[in-house]
């Protein structure tokens, strides 16, 4: 198991403990209303949300990077004379 697994597998069981502790009804004020909730199911949403987002935010980009369109923008694809005079002596 990597580091990264253990410490996932550490937030988990801490996160589990944590929320079994609380399961008594407490009184949340949800806009403008009052709602009798288990504190279990509400840090049970705001973990699972909190997860999701961090999955969304947390994600890679799927821009790809084409090397080649780079270099024929900064050295001009049609231009034949993409070598300094300094190199072209070297080469021959």
């Not at 699972?48 to 090397?67: E, H, S, T, W």
């Amino acid at each position: 198991m990597s580091i990264k697994n253990i410490f996932a597998l550490v937030i988990v069981v801490l996160l589990t403990v944590v929320i079994m502790q609380n399961t008594d009804k407490v009184k949340f004020t949800i806009l403008f209303s009052d709602v009798y909730l288990p504190k279990v199911t509400v840090m049970t949403a705001v973990s699972v949300a909190a997860f999701i987002l961090g999955v969304l935010v947390g994600r890679p980009k799927n821009k790809k990077y084409d090397i080649g369109e780079h270099y024929d923008n900064i050295h001009g694809k049609d231009n034949p004379k993409t070598l300094s005079d300094e190199d072209r002596d070297y080469i021959n």
